[in-house]
Each structure stands twice: as C-alpha cells, then as structure tokens.
C-alpha cells in the first residue's frame, strides 16, 4: 500500500528488498512487542513493518519479533524475551513496546496475560493453564528482560504504547498517557537512563499529536478493525511516530535516522514534545 508519511522519504531511495539486505556486521533492531508493532496480514499492520525504511540497510537491519496478543507477562512466560536474547550481539538495539494486552485483572478466569497491578516488586499469585503462575508487574517485567539485553552489550529502547482512536464517533479529540507510559519510563529510568545505554520514548504522545493532526475522518478510516489495530497507512504513520520520537531524543540510534528532525518536524507528525531534554531519552 502506498502511504504519504514522512517514513517514506526513504523508500524513493530503496526498494523493499535492498531495505532488508544487509552486511553480517550491521547492527540489528529487535522489536519486541503485541499486535501493533507486529507483521500483520489483511487489512491491519503493525507499525514495526516499516520501521526499516528509517534506517540506512548497510548499516542496521530490523527484525521484528513481536507477536500478536502479548504482554511483557506473556512474553516473559513464553520464552520469547529469552529467544531474543539469544540472537543478540554486542551493539544491537532493542526495542520493547507493550501495554495493550496488560490491563485488566488476573481473576478466575485469568487469560494469561494481565500483569500484577503496581509500580514496584509486587507479586499475585495465579493459576494459569493449570499450572500455578507467580505474576510480577509491568515495570519488572521491563526491567528483568531489558537487565538481560544490557548485560548481552545490547542498548534499550523502552517505548510506551501507541495510542487507541483518538476520536470519538462525534470527532472529539481526547488522549492522554496511561499508567504504562509511565510505567515504561519508570523502568527506563530504574535501569539506569542513558548512563546505562536505556532511553525511553513516549511513543504515544507522538502518535497521538499526529493522530490529532490527521483529524477523525482518516483516522477512524485507518482503524478498520477496532480502536486498536491499524491499517498499514496508519501502521506507517505510528512508524514515523516512533522515529520521530528517536529523533528528538539523544539515543545514537535516532541521530542514525536516514529522517532528519527538520523533516519529520515539518509534516502533520509535529514537533518535539517539550520534556524531552529532562528524561530518559
């Protein structure tokens, strides 16, 4: 699908298939995350699937591990932080961004991924799949894999989750960070900050302006299924959201960016929000 964002300013320079061949010694990206960051199918994309367009493919190349219906519980349990552990080297990038499918509550009937509620060291105890399951919160969750991908010389990304449809059937705006924006940027900063090779992005505050900019009648087209999944339009905008998230920041892996600040800036993704200079980042 042909899309208009500022992602791809890249694509006039590469193919599909150049974008994705790359030298053995080019660092990779590992994306870790749920159903909106994920290779999708049909009418819905996730927006890790154009994050590669962003980057020069000499260079880095860009794997996307995430998976539809995770949490960083689920995750975690399913071994999958740990199988990209194993593909990790020295130099690597990881990107970890979930917070879709971790709300709700354990219960009777728990569905294997609503994480332990708080900010700290809590546990809950439940049984899932018949097996007794010890489950930890989202911050732990973050802290414990991205510990493992620090220690492997990898550095980390931890990125809040984009936001649901912005506008209601009337088109009124509304958006605000959730508890796990500011659950990802407290682990961020429980790792270490950028002293330690962690930076967050408030992905979601940029998606949202963007989303805001776009107006409702193209987003509510460009969520096809639900207020969650995106279309790959959308997916792509969200992708753009995300570098220029990078972008603002002061990781080295958004001065890599084959997108400039100044370009980005100047489409409907908007400017740098404005406390980028005073956390992690």
């Not at 593909?87 to 709700?104: A, M, R, T």
Request: aromatic fraction near 10%; proline fraction near 4%; hydrophobic fraction near 35%.
């Amino acid at each position: 699908m042909k899309t208009t964002t500022a992602l791809t300013l890249a694509q006039a320079t590469m193919s599909m298939a150049a974008a994705v061949t790359t030298s053995a010694a080019a660092p990779t990206i590992h994306l870790c995350g749920d159903s909106t960051m994920a290779s999708m199918s049909g009418a819905i994309q996730g927006w890790g699937q154009y994050l590669h367009y962003s980057f020069d493919p000499t260079r880095y190349t860009v794997l996307n591990s995430a998976i539809a219906g995770r949490s960083a519980r689920s995750f975690t349990r399913e071994g999958r932080f740990a199988a990209v552990l194993k593909l990790v080297q020295p130099g690597d990038w990881v990107v970890i961004e979930f917070g879709h499918n971790d709300g709700g509550g354990l219960g009777s009937k728990d569905n294997g991924r609503s994480d332990c509620y708080g900010a700290g060291n809590e546990t809950c105890q439940t049984t899932y799949d018949g097996k007794a399951e010890t489950v930890e919160t989202y911050p732990t969750y973050l802290k414990q894999a991205g510990a493992a991908f620090l220690k492997a010389g990898a550095k980390l990304i931890l990125s809040a989750p984009t936001p649901n449809d912005v506008w209601s059937d009337k088109g009124v705006y509304s958006w605000g960070p959730d508890r796990f924006a500011y659950y990802t940027m407290l682990a961020a900063e429980e790792l270490g900050g950028i002293k330690a090779g962690v930076y967050f992005v408030p992905h979601g505050t940029y998606a949202a302006q963007a989303l805001k900019a776009l107006g409702s009648d193209v987003v509510h087209k460009n969520y096809p299924q639900d207020h969650t999944h995106t279309s790959p339009y959308l997916a792509d905008v969200m992708a753009g959201a995300f570098v220029l998230g990078l972008t603002c920041g002061t990781s080295d892996l958004g001065k890599a960016t084959l997108n400039s600040t100044a370009a980005l800036s100047g489409t409907f993704l908007g400017g740098c929000i404005s406390y980028n200079s005073t956390v992690p980042l």
